[in-house]
């Protein structure tokens, strides 16, 4: 079955840096899209970035944009989001995600805490 399975989140100091993966399996990884999540206390899930199949086109959110990187390796199922120069307001749990048929796959997410 379709697994989404997220790791690499932590606590870090403003400033800081973590990378973040999202193992896949149970489905052809390299024909979709896939896409990082984000949902902090008391808000809603928001888009933080996303990336083609092949991943020659990538895109972001305002708020991370030129702090943060997704890449994806199709030959180990991984997408991976590389976190730079981290805000308080960062703080999160993050989710990876794709879509097939209309229907939304989630992983269990990982916690990200900005704080000093």
């Known amino acids: 079955q379709v697994q989404l399975v997220e790791s690499g989140g932590g606590l870090v100091q403003p400033g800081g840096s973590l990378r973040l993966s999202c193992a896949a399996s149970?489905?052809?990884?390299?024909?979709?899209?896939m896409r990082w999540y984000r949902q902090a206390p008391g808000k809603e899930r928001e888009l933080v970035a996303g990336?083609?199949?092949?991943?020659?086109?990538?895109n972001y959110a305002d708020s991370v944009k030129g702090r943060f990187t997704i890449s994806r390796d199709n030959a180990k199922y991984t997408v991976y989001l590389q976190m730079n120069s981290l805000k308080p307001e960062d703080t999160a749990v993050y989710y990876c995600?794709?879509?097939?048929?209309?229907?939304?796959?989630w992983g269990q997410g990982t916690q990200v805490t900005v704080s000093s």
């Open positions: 149970g489905f052809t990884f390299n024909i979709y899209p």
């Open positions: 995600n794709f879509e097939r048929r209309q229907v939304d796959y």
């Open positions: 990336i083609s199949s092949a991943g020659g086109s990538t």
